[in-house]
């Protein structure tokens, strides 16, 4: 089990992207939480298989149709054990 902190920047809020990634997470079986930041960015926690996460890295890189991803910034962590996926206000 790998857990991964992301930020996201470029053009990704507004265009569904919080949706989406909720979409991509549950179809993929990943845990964790995607939210808006005030600066523009979204930031992401997730857990999961290292494999099924670097998957999920790599949709990160493009995102839904609508946005532009300039930017990941990736951290590994420490395990929180989320259960599920959410979109946090």
Not at 39 to 62: M, P
Request: with cysteine; glycine share 8%.
């Amino acid at each position: 089990m790998r857990h991964i902190n992301v930020t996201v920047s470029g053009r990704v809020q507004g265009v569904y992207f919080r949706a989406s990634t909720k979409e991509v997470a549950d179809s993929l079986g990943i845990s964790g939480f995607v939210k808006n930041q005030p600066d523009g960015s979204v930031y992401l926690e997730a857990e999961g298989e290292s494999e099924i996460l670097d998957s999920f890295l790599a949709w990160l890189k493009t995102g839904p149709a609508t946005a532009k991803v300039d930017n990941l910034q990736i951290e590994d962590s420490h395990c929180k054990y989320f259960k599920g996926f959410i979109i946090s206000r």
